[in-house]
C-alpha cells in the first residue's frame, strides 16, 4: 500500500514541475481572438508595452482595417495607435486614442497631435468610417476601418501608446518610461512587418525577466521542494531519493532567485525617485534567509546527533517563512508589472493546485503513518502473550 501511496504522490509531483512550463509561453497576437470573430490579414507583437496590432490593408481601396490591443497603465487610462506622415514620434501624430466615457462606456475619438501640450478632439488626415472599443481583462482593443489618402505609401510611421487617466474627458499625459518613450517604428502595411523604434524596451524587458525569474524561484521552485521534502521522507523506499530531489529543487530555485534579485537591484539602481519600497524589503529578507538554508545545508548533523533536533526546528521554521514572504512578494511583484489579468490568474490556479495537492497528499501521508501505527501495536508483546512466557 505505501508504495501506492508513494507512486501517486511521484505523479503528483512530476505533474506540478510539469505544468509551470505550460504555463510559461507568452502570449502572442496570433493566439489573440476577437469577440467578433473578426480576421485579419497580418499582426504582430510590438516591441513596447505589452501591445499587439492587427491589420488589414486593401491598396485597391486605400483602405486600413485595424485592431490595437494594449494593456492601459491603470484600469481607467487610455490606449491610442496613430500614423503620424511627416516625422517618426508623437507630434505630427494622427491618433486614435480609446477610453471610458462619463458613462462608463468605451468611446474612440481622433486627435491631431500638433504638440506636446494638452490634446483636444480633432479631424485627422484620414476619414475614419467605423472605430470601437472594448475592456475586458485588463486590456482594451481599439478597433477601426480608416481610409488612407490616395499614393500613400506601403510602409508608414506608427506611433502607439497607452496613459494612466482620464479627466473631463480629455486624455492625460502618458508616463516618460522608456516603454513610453521607445512606442514607435514603421509599418509595412503589405508586407506585414513592424519595426520598432530605436534601443527597443530594453527596460520593460528587464523588468519581465526580473519577473518571470522570481515567479519561478520563489513562487515555485520553493514550494515545490518543500511538499517533495515533506510528503516524500514518508516512505522508506524514496530515501535518499527525496532528499536529493529536495535538495536540488532549492539549489534551483536559490540560483535563479539570486539571479532575479540581482536585476531587481539592477533596476533599482536605475529607477531613481522610482520606489517600491515593501517589495524590495522582502526581497533582501528572501535572498538573506534563502543564503542562510544554504550554508545550513553544509551544517546538517548526522540522525542522530544530540542537535539534530534544533537544527529541524531552524531548517523547517526558515523554509516556512521562504514560502510565505516568497508568494506574497509575488503577487506584490505583479501588482508592479501590471501584467495582463490572466497572468495573475494563471499563477493563482498554480497556487492552488499545489495547495490543493499538498492537502491531499497530507491526508495520504497521515494514513501511511496510522496504518504503519496500528501495524506495529499490534505486533507488541501484550500481558506476557507472543513472548514465549
Not at 510539469?18 to 481572438?33: G, K
Not at 475614419?128 to 482593443?141: L, T
Not at 511538499?227 to 536559490?254: E, G, M, N, T
Not at 536605475?270 to 534567509?289: D, E, M, P, T
Request: one cysteine or more.
Amino acid at each position: 500500500m505505501a508504495s501506492f501511496y508513494l507512486a501517486l504522490a511521484t505523479l503528483f509531483l512530476a505533474t506540478l514541475m510539469v505544468l509551470p512550463l505550460s504555463l510559461a509561453a507568452a502570449a502572442t497576437c496570433t493566439s489573440q481572438t476577437f469577440t467578433n470573430n473578426k480576421l485579419y490579414s497580418f499582426c504582430n507583437d510590438l516591441p513596447a508595452l505589452n501591445s499587439y496590432l492587427h491589420w488589414t490593408y486593401d491598396p485597391a481601396q486605400s483602405t486600413l482595417s485595424i485592431a490595437f490591443i494594449a494593456p492601459p497603465a491603470k484600469p481607467n487610462g487610455w490606449i491610442s495607435w496613430a500614423i503620424n506622415p511627416t516625422a517618426t514620434g508623437m507630434v505630427g501624430s494622427q491618433a486614435l486614442i480609446a477610453f471610458k466615457d462619463s458613462k462608463g462606456s468605451m468611446t474612440v475619438k481622433t486627435y491631431n497631435v500638433s504638440s506636446y501640450g494638452p490634446v483636444t478632439d480633432s479631424k485627422v488626415w484620414y476619414e475614419v468610417k467605423e472605430s470601437s472599443a472594448e475592456f475586458s481583462g485588463g486590456v482594451m482593443r481599439l478597433f477601426a476601418n480608416i481610409v488612407l489618402p490616395e499614393k500613400l505609401k506601403s510602409t508608414v510611421n506608427h506611433v502607439w501608446q497607452v496613459g494612466p487617466s482620464v479627466t473631463g474627458g480629455v486624455p492625460d499625459k502618458h508616463e516618460f518610461q522608456p516603454g513610453n518613450l521607445n512606442s514607435k517604428g514603421s509599418l509595412d502595411l503589405l508586407r506585414g512587418q513592424s519595426t520598432g523604434g530605436s534601443g527597443g524596451d530594453s527596460r520593460t524587458k528587464k523588468r519581465n525577466i526580473h519577473g518571470i525569474l522570481n515567479v519561478v524561484s520563489w513562487g515555485l521552485l520553493f514550494p515545490i521542494g518543500i511538499i517533495i521534502a515533506r510528503y516524500l521522507r514518508v516512505f522508506p523506499s524514496a530515501d535518499p531519493l527525496w532528499f536529493y530531489l529536495h535538495v536540488s529543487c532549492q539549489i534551483s530555485a536559490y540560483a535563479i532567485g539570486v539571479a532575479g534579485w540581482g536585476t531587481g537591484l539592477k533596476l533599482g539602481s536605475q529607477s531613481k525617485g522610482v520606489q517600491y519600497s515593501l517589495h524590495r524589503n522582502i526581497g533582501i529578507a528572501l535572498f538573506s534567509l534563502a543564503t542562510a538554508q544554504i550554508f545550513a545545508l553544509f551544517l546538517r548533523p548526522k540522525k542522530e546527533h544530540k542537535y539534530r533536533f534544533y537544527w529541524n526546528i531552524y531548517h523547517h521554521g526558515i523554509g516556512y517563512a521562504i514560502l510565505v514572504l516568497g508568494i506574497i512578494n509575488v503577487f506584490k511583484g505583479l501588482d508592479i508589472l501590471n501584467p495582463e489579468s490572466k497572468w495573475r490568474h494563471a499563477y493563482i490556479i498554480v497556487i492552488a493546485v499545489l495547495g490543493g495537492v499538498a492537502l491531499l497528499l497530507e491526508a495520504l501521508t497521515w494514513m501511511v503513518v496510522l496504518r504503519r501505527k496500528k501495524s506495529s501495536t499490534s505486533t507488541k508483546p501484550y500481558c506476557g502473550f507472543n513472548n514465549g512466557i
